[in-house]
């Protein structure tokens, strides 16, 4: 198979999976501490290296800093936070300035739909764009889908101690085509949380609307609300 093609494919194959995106802010961090909360002690401790209690976890979102770091998530239709990625720039002399670190979690139910990896090409761009050679990214060993993540995108594992990966990588140079497409994923993103969020007020507006109508009036046969779709 030639060249082009290849390339052609794994685009369409990105298109395909594409999923919209939102860069979160201080005002999120609630939902933020709510998507972290859900997670299971076993993904804690995949997401941290040590299982977190709620009170760790509470206080690594509150020690977030939105404006040094990078925070980007992706909604369901019920505005439910679930999939987070971090991306932490270098706050002091321990870290090269040309590096960033990437941490990502999923709810259990949307695993396997590919989230992970969107929040981790994104994460690329951003860290691309602010002029970062480098993505770090800690795993432990039995943390399958980070380490398939990091792989397929090219980065090798620099060091392995105590059960855990470190892998690196390689970050192109910025240019005006990464920082359109980094604009367009912004966008976007903010169109889809805003589209959802009038979705849902109406939803909200109609179920409290039904709720104070007669029985009869909606029928016999009226059941629970269907499932929550994918986001």
């Known amino acids: 198979m030639n060249a082009p093609l ?10 395909v999976a594409w999923v919209p995106i939102r860069a979160l802010a ?15 002690p076993g993904d804690r401790y995949l997401r941290y290296g040590y299982a977190a209690s709620d009170a760790q976890t509470t206080r690594y979102a509150l020690s977030l800093d939105f404006v040094r770091d990078e925070v980007l998530g992706i909604f369901n239709r019920r505005l439910e936070l679930v999939a987070a990625a971090h991306i932490a720039y270098p706050p002091d002399a321990e870290w090269h300035d040309d590096t960033a670190e990437f941490g990502v979690s999923v709810l259990p139910r949307y695993r396997g739909r590919g989230l ?30 980070m380490l398939r993540i990091a792989e397929r995108a090219g980065a090798w594992p620099e060091a392995m101690d105590d059960g855990s990966v470190t ?17 367009i994923e912004s966008q976007l993103g903010e ?21 104070r109508l007669p029985r009869g009036l909606l029928g016999d046969d009226a059941g629970p609300p269907p499932a929550d779709p994918p986001p």
Do not use: M, Y
Not at 26 to 40: D, E, F
């Open 6 to 15: 290849d390339a052609a494919l794994q685009r369409w194959r990105e298109l």
């Open 26 to 40: 201080r005002r999120h961090r609630r939902r933020l501490l709510r998507h972290l909360l859900a997670l299971s």
């Open 116 to 145: 992970g990896g969107r929040l981790f090409q994104l994460a690329c761009l951003h860290a691309r764009n602010r002029n970062k050679r480098f993505l770090l990214i800690h795993a432990l060993a039995e943390n399958a889908p």
């Open 167 to 183: 892998s690196r990588l390689h970050l192109p140079p910025d240019d005006w085509v990464s920082h359109t497409e980094e604009a």
């Open 191 to 211: 169109w889809d949380f805003r589209f959802k969020h009038q979705a849902k007020q109406w939803q909200d507006w109609l179920g409290a609307v039904q709720g």
